[in-house]
C-alpha cells in the first residue's frame, strides 16, 4: 500500500508564504515524477508544479518566479514553497506521484488526501 502524506497547509495573508510537504510511504520501487495540483471550488483540478528523478521541473503559467518545487530522492519527499500568494492561490493542494511497485507491469498515478490553502486578508 502506497500513501501520500501532505502537510503544510493552512491560512495565509496575501504576500505571505507557505511551504507544502509530500511524504511517500510504502513499497513502491521506482518514481518517475512527482508534483503538486490543485483544485479550486468549482474548477477542474490544475497542475502546480512537477519534478522528474533527474530534476527537471515544469510549472503552471500563473505560479511561475513565486513557487519552487524540490524533492529528495532518497527520502521520497517532495516540498512546494509558496511565496508571494494571492487570493487566487486559495484550493485544495494535492501531492501527486507516478511510480511502480513493480516497473515491468508498468506506472500509475498516487494521489494523496489534499491540503488546504487559503490565502486571505
Known amino acids: 500500500q502506497v500513501q501520500l502524506v501532505e502537510s503544510g497547509g493552512g491560512l495565509v495573508q496575501p504576500g505571505g508564504s507557505l511551504r507544502l510537504s509530500c511524504a511517500v510511504s510504502g513499497y513502491i520501487v521506482s518514481i518517475i515524477r512527482m508534483g503538486w495540483y490543485r483544485q479550486a471550488p468549482g474548477k477542474e483540478r490544475e497542475l502546480v508544479a512537477r519534478?522528474?528523478?533527474?530534476?527537471?521541473?515544469n510549472y503552471a503559467d500563473s505560479v511561475k518566479g513565486r513557487f519552487t518545487i524540490s524533492r529528495d530522492n532518497a527520502k521520497n519527499t517532495v516540498d512546494l514553497q509558496m511565496n508571494s500568494l494571492k487570493p487566487e492561490d486559495t484550493a485544495v493542494y494535492y501531492c501527486n506521484v507516478m511510480g511502480s511497485m513493480q516497473p515491468s507491469l508498468g506506472y500509475r498515478d498516487y494521489w494523496g488526501q489534499g491540503t488546504q490553502v487559503t490565502v486571505s486578508s
Open positions: 519534478i522528474t528523478t533527474f530534476g527537471m521541473t
